[in-house]
């Protein structure tokens, strides 16, 4: 396992790598099918995975960490909830993850890494 330690390029965008995710908060402006005005428009934020090395938004692969199924509506209904530590990382005066705002949640693929390098 000692050839895996490679120096860690900012400008490697192929995938030559094994991607590393690891995570992080998106923000991301609220997808209304109403049009409103512009400049009313709210953040939402949530839970996702960045690869370290080229900034590849992945999926998340540790899903029990961040969400709990919990019963609502008297147990008539279910739902999933965050869970503590998952709003700890939401709520911006806790948070220890990296935060990435996505212009287009739908289809962007790749978060920018360029200012996120040291933890
Ligand atoms: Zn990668």
Same mark, same amino acid.
């Given at each position: 396992?000692a050839?895996?330690?490679?120096?860690?390029?900012?400008?490697?965008?192929?995938?030559?790598?094994?991607?590393?995710?690891?995570?992080?908060?998106?923000?991301? +402006?609220?997808?209304? $099918?109403?049009?409103?005005? *512009?400049?009313? #428009?709210?953040?939402?934020?949530?839970?996702? &995975?960045?690869?370290l090395?080229?900034?590849?938004?992945?999926?998340?692969?540790?899903?029990?960490?961040?969400?709990?199924?919990?019963?609502?509506?008297?147990? +008539?209904?279910?739902? $999933?909830?965050?869970t503590? *530590?998952?709003? #700890?990382?939401?709520?911006?005066?806790t948070? &220890?993850?990296?935060?990435?705002?996505?212009?287009?949640m739908?289809r962007?693929?790749?978060?920018?890494?360029?200012?996120?390098?040291?933890?």
């Amino acid at each position: 396992m000692a050839y895996k330690k490679r120096a860690r390029r900012k400008s490697v965008i192929k995938a030559d790598h094994k991607h590393d995710y690891q995570p992080c908060v998106f923000e991301y +402006k609220r997808i209304s $099918y109403f049009k409103v005005n *512009e400049q009313e #428009t709210d953040l939402d934020t949530s839970i996702g &995975t960045y690869c370290l090395i080229c900034g590849k938004i992945g999926s998340i692969n540790d899903f029990e960490r961040w969400m709990v199924w919990a019963p609502t509506h008297n147990g +008539k209904c279910f739902r $999933y909830e965050y869970t503590t *530590e998952a709003n #700890t990382e939401i709520t911006p005066e806790t948070r &220890t993850l990296p935060t990435f705002f996505l212009n287009d949640m739908l289809r962007q693929k790749f978060v920018s890494i360029e200012n996120s390098d040291g933890l």
